[in-house]
């Protein structure tokens, strides 16, 4: 049974730091390629970063280049995601997302997300 579990949200005021972690089960973590995603109240879901299957190549959202980083440890099936210098709109949940690598016939895998808020 596949499985992304994670973890790390909480609440923080503006410019505070959290590390949100996701760990896989029953999937070949090392032959897929990870994403964090977010979704706002009343908002549509959206990219904030990913990573492909060996680290060779990120993406981040414009939003949150230069203060949020996107990491990967094949070893242990675990995507990570430090976010520093929040603001009140990074407040979301937070979900990770599993895409086969070259099998684009499999499914997509997502977590049950992780709230995330940012208030004074």
């Known amino acids: 049974q596949v499985q992304l579990v994670e973890s790390g949200g909480g609440a923080v005021e503006p410019g505070g730091s959290l590390r949100l972690t996701c760990k896989a089960f029953g999937i070949t973590f090392s032959n897929y390629d990870m994403s964090w995603f977010r979704q706002a109240l009343g908002k549509g879901r959206e990219l904030v970063a990913a990573?492909?299957?060996?680290?060779?190549?990120?993406t981040y959202a414009d939003s949150v280049k230069g203060r949020f980083y996107i990491s990967r440890d094949n070893t242990d099936s675990t995507l990570y995601l430090q976010m520093s210098n929040l603001t009140l709109d990074d407040t979301a949940v937070y979900y990770c997302?599993?895409?086969?690598?070259?099998?684009?016939?499999?499914?997509?895998?997502w977590g049950q997300g992780t709230q995330v808020t940012v208030s004074s």
């Open positions: 990573m492909v299957t060996h680290a060779e190549r990120t």
């Open positions: 997302r599993a895409r086969h690598r070259v099998q684009n016939w499999r499914p997509d895998y």
